[in-house]
Structures are given as structure tokens and as C-alpha cells.
């Protein structure tokens, strides 16, 4: 079996700082990244920016800054927050970086080569901000301003000599692709969304800019750059070494397992980036997730509408984990979703501090009064016990499905409805009534401890931080940290002294 996962998020354009959208989607790569190693595979998580273009161009000049130099800065200000969002990532790739310019170069020519690019005229509609060419019946004309009707960006006319790549070519093999590799795109109801596109017909697709000149330099012309997106895309195989096919890291890990992304660019990474490769004889990537935004209120987050949510903000008031937490458990995965204070809040209470927190102190508490902290040598587990604890190997497999078919929420339902029957089982079993019984007190302490390290590792993907803060009670160091331990009911060394704990998250008082 392949033990390797490749897994990625969009590289962002460093235009301006990372905001609440950016954080998401690089949390929830990392969930899989993190989930995946602990469950044995070799996985590389791989973010970054994504720096050429016009948008990016006009940002550095609106600042009067070089255009690398700011580029330089707010690359750096999105690597800072791989750090603060605690993110696993192997690598962070720059596409000014010479490692991605000869990869997205060598594509270049390997189309051409292939006769798959031509030169032409583009006449047409261009939104800078989207980086995307719009067709007449995507533009609408709002107070006397074109815009696309999808994402409501302002487009200009461009009429300019351009190089176009045989998009129509590929509009059955693409096709046939789809309905080969039924969970290409995820959610399925984008999938259905991106097949309707495709049927509707493909045009040549423009991919070379001639007005200006920050961009890779297309190699048999240099009066052209090449069309930010076929460069953007390459970063994926960039990182892998590509071109050197025979490179290890290409070996292991292309092709690609997920790419996140938001679904504001499906068409980039489920049309034209599978064509691309497969006009270059690249195997496609395996699968694509196209997530939904988070809104500010029930709005888009905007510049222009000043109600950009800065990550920054609530972790300073809130932690990370909670943040994380958060985003993974309350937004619908694949749906839009939104962010309060108050939402925060009655999260942060009602699952961590009440139902998480309480039981690991209510629990570790309970062990430090009765057996001074210490795990008995003596367990005998009865029906009760036993009941409780299989419920994670009658689950094993389903949990495994629940993260290769990217079902978050309900990887998270099943952890916290253990949770509660955690808590459930620690109150049922009233263990501070069995001071006389010796062997099933400690038995009692014993099951509630596994349950808690049980469920600590389904956390770890989610609050990794406060996670490997309770697993170190046992001992256990994230280089130790197996997912498979979760169907061990003998896992907490017997005689062990367990360390105590601090309060985990508190509860936040209401005004
Ligand atoms: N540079 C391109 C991606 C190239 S990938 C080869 C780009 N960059 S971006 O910075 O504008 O946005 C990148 C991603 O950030 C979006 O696809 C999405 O994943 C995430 N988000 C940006 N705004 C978002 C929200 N409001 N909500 C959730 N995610 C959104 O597009």
C-alpha cells in the first residue's frame, strides 16, 4: 500500500496580509496532514504565495514598493502565520523562487513542444483581481461598472497578442477523466458544477500577458510572461523537484493526494490544471476539495468592505486552539460558514471547557486524591468497562473512511459524542461511592484515563497544541503519537505516575 500523502493548500497572493479565509484553509490541510501522519503515512503539507501577476504588481506599486521587496515582506507575514496557526507544513514555496520558475518554464516548453500552445490576439474581459478571463455572458454591468457576475470583481478589456493553450482539446478527455475518478472534486454538488462548465463547451484558454512584466518570462519569447495561473499551478510539482522526474520526493509523492482549496478557484484547479498536465503527459492530481468561505457576518470578506477578520485578533483574545477548534468543528465543511465572538464563546465553553476540559480534570483530580496520582497495578475491567472502551475499534475503521472522504464533521460528532460518554460513564460509574472496592476504583480511574487518551489523539489533528499537553501525562511525545494505540486498552503503563494537569481551557464569563 502507498504510505505517502501529498497534501496542499493554495499558495496565497501576498497582496495583502493573511486574513480569516487564508487561515482556514491552511487549518484544515493541516488537520489531514497531522491526522495522516499519526495514522503512519509519510506526508508532505505543502503551503506558500503565490507572487506574480498584475494584482500583485499594482499592489507593490498603489505602496510605491519594489515589487519583490513587498512581495519579500508580506510573503514573510503568511510564513509567520504557518508558525502561529501552528501549522505541520513541510515546505512554504515562493513562486519567485528559481526552484518554481525552472519547473513552471520546463512545462512551458513541454507544451509547446507538444504543439499544445499557440500564438494568437486575446480580446476579451480580464479581472485583475480574480486573475481570471471572463467571457461576455459571465461579466454583468452594474452602475455603469463591468464586473463578474460570480465573484462581483471589476473586469477591463484587454486586447493584446497572447499565447493560448488547446483547452478545447481537452474538454472529453477531461470528461472522461471526471467520470473515471468520481471523487476528483469533493463536495460532489462542486463536482456536478465543474462537469455542467465543461459540457458547456471549452475555449482555447489565454495564457501568456504581453502589457507587463512581472511574471515568469515565457522561454521563446521573453516579450511575453506566462499566464499567472499555468504558473501558479506548477508550485505543486515545483516543491517535488520537478523537473527531475526521478527525484525521491516526485517518486513518493506525486501525484498530488488533496488539494485544498477554496471554491472560489475550482475552475482553475479542476479544469484547466488536470488539462495542463494531462496535454503534458503529468499524471493528474487525486483529488480536489473545493471548501466554502468564511463569511464575515453573512458577507464576503473584502478590502473594500472593511470587515476583513484578522486570525491574529482571535487568537491574541481567544488561543489557537480554540480558534482551530472552531473552524473545524462549527463551519459545515464544504458549506460557507461564519465566525462570532458570541459563537466562539458558547464553543469554547460548551466543548472545551465543559465537555473536554472538565473531564480530564474532573478525572486526573479524582486519580491525584484517591491513588496520588499513581496508575494501579491491579485492573480488572468489567462489562461496563469493556463496553465503553471497544467502542474506538468498532469505530476504527469508519474513522479512517470519515478522513479519506474528508468528512470532518463527522470525524468530529463521533469524538465529541465520546466525549460526553466519557463524562457520562465517569458520573454512572460513581466512582468516589467505591472507596471500599479497591480493585474497581482503580479500574474506574484506569478506564477513564484511556478514554481520555483515547480521545485526546482524534483531538490531535483538530488542538494540537493542548492535546500533546495531555498526552504528555502518560508520556507520550508526538513522535510516540499512533493513531492505532486508540484500540489498546492496556496502552497507560500499570504502577505509571501520571503528571498533573492545569486547567485547559477556561470558561469564558458571559457580560
Ligand atoms: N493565488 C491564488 C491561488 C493559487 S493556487 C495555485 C488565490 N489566492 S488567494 O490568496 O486569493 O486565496 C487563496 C485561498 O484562500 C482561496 O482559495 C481560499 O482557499 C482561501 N480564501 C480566501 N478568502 C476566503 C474566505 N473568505 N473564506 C475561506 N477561504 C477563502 O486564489
Given amino acids: 500500500m502507498d504510505k505517502n500523502y501529498y497534501i496542499t493548500t493554495p499558495i496565497y497572493y501576498p497582496s495583502a496580509k493573511p486574513h480569516m479565509g487564508h ?28 507572487e506574480h501577476g498584475q494584482k500583485i504588481e499594482r499592489a507593490a506599486k498603489e505602496k510605491n514598493k519594489d515589487t519583490l521587496t513587498f512581495c519579500d515582506e508580506i510573503s514573510q507575514t ?11 507544513n513541510n515546505d512554504f ?25 499557440y500564438l494568437s490576439k486575446y480580446s476579451g474581459w480580464y479581472s485583475v483581481s480574480d486573475e481570471a478571463f471572463y467571457s461576455e455572458d459571465e461579466i454583468e454591468n452594474i452602475n455603469g461598472n463591468n464586473q463578474s457576475i460570480v465573484s462581483g470583481s471589476p473586469v477591463e478589456w484587454v486586447e493584446e497578442e497572447s499565447y493560448f493553450f488547446r483547452l478545447s482539446k481537452w474538454q472529453d478527455p477531461l470528461l ?41 518570462p515565457v522561454p521563446s519569447n521573453s516579450d511575453h510572461v506566462m499566464y499567472v495561473w499555468l504558473d501558479a499551478l506548477t508550485n505543486y510539482l515545483s516543491a517535488l523537484n520537478y523537473p527531475d522526474e526521478d527525484n525521491q520526493m516526485y517518486k513518493d509523492f506525486w501525484p498530488a493526494d488533496l488539494h485544498i482549496i477554496g471554491k472560489d478557484i475550482l475552475r482553475f484547479h479542476t479544469v484547466y490544471w488536470p488539462a495542463f498536465l494531462l496535454a503534458a503527459g503529468i499524471k493528474p492530481p487525486k ?52 465566525i462570532s465572538e458570541e459563537k466562539l464563546e458558547n464553543c469554547i465553553n460548551s466543548d472545551l471547557a465543559n465537555n473536554y476540559g472538565n473531564l480530564c480534570q474532573r478525572v486526573i483530580s479524582f486519580c491525584e486524591k484517591n491513588t496520588n496520582l499513581e496508575v494501579s497495578k491491579k485492573i480488572d475491567f468489567i462489562d461496563n468497562d469493556k463496553k465503553i472502551l471497544s467502542v474506538y475499534e468498532k469505530n476504527f475503521d469508519k474513522i ?44 474506574i480511574i484506569y478506564t477513564s484515563l484511556e478514554l481520555i487518551r483515547k ?38 503503563r500499570k504502577g505509571f505516575k501520571i503528571k498533573k494537569i492545569g486547567i485547559l481551557f477556561k470558561k469564558i464569563e458571559k457580560k
Fill in 23 to 50: 487561515a482556514y484553509s491552511s487549518i484544515i490541510a493541516d488537520f489531514f496532514a497531522r491526522f495522516k501522519r499519526i495514522q503512519g503515512f509519510k506526508v508532505f503539507y505543502l503551503t506558500g504565495t503565490d
Fill in 78 to 88: 503568511f510564513k509567520d502565520l504557518t508558525k502561529k496557526l501552528n501549522l505541520s
Fill in 93 to 117: 514555496i515562493r513562486t519567485t523562487e528559481d526552484r518554481h520558475k525552472k519547473s513552471a518554464t520546463n512545462i512551458w516548453k513541454i507544451l509547446e513542444k507538444k504543439g499544445e500552445i
Fill in 176 to 216: 472522461e477523466f471526471y467520470s473515471k475518478n468520481k471523487n476528483f472534486i469533493l463536495p460532489s454538488s462542486r463536482k456536478n458544477e465543474v462537469i455542467s462548465f465543461v459540457k458547456g463547451g471549452l475555449k482555447d484558454l489565454s495564457v501568456s500577458r504581453k502589457s507587463f512584466k512581472w511574471g515568469i
Fill in 287 to 338: 483529488r480536489v476539495y473545493g471548501h466554502g468561505w468564511i463569511l464575515s457576518g453573512d458577507q464576503k470578506m473584502s478590502k473594500s468592505k472593511g470587515n476583513i477578520l484578522d486570525p491574529l485578533e482571535i487568537i491574541q483574545s481567544y488561543g489557537l486552539d480554540p480558534l482551530r477548534y472552531y473552524l473545524i468543528k462549527e463551519v459545515s465543511f464544504g458549506n460557507d460558514g461564519n
Fill in 400 to 443: 479512517l473512511s470519515f478522513v479519506d472522504k474528508q468528512d470532518i464533521n463527522s470525524y468530529i460528532n463521533f469524538l465529541v459524542d465520546q466525549l460526553f460518554a466519557a463524562n457520562k460513564y465517569f458520573n454512572d460509574e460513581e466512582p468516589w461511592k467505591k472507596k471500599s472496592d479497591i480493585v474497581r476504583l482503580n479500574t
Fill in 455 to 492: 480521545v485526546t489523539i482524534l483531538l490531535y489533528p483538530i488542538i494540537p497544541e493542548t492535546s500533546l499537553k495531555v498526552l504528555k501525562i502518560f508520556g507520550t511525545e508526538e513522535k510516540d503519537l499512533k493513531f492505532q494505540s486508540i484500540i489498546e486498552h492496556n496502552y497507560i
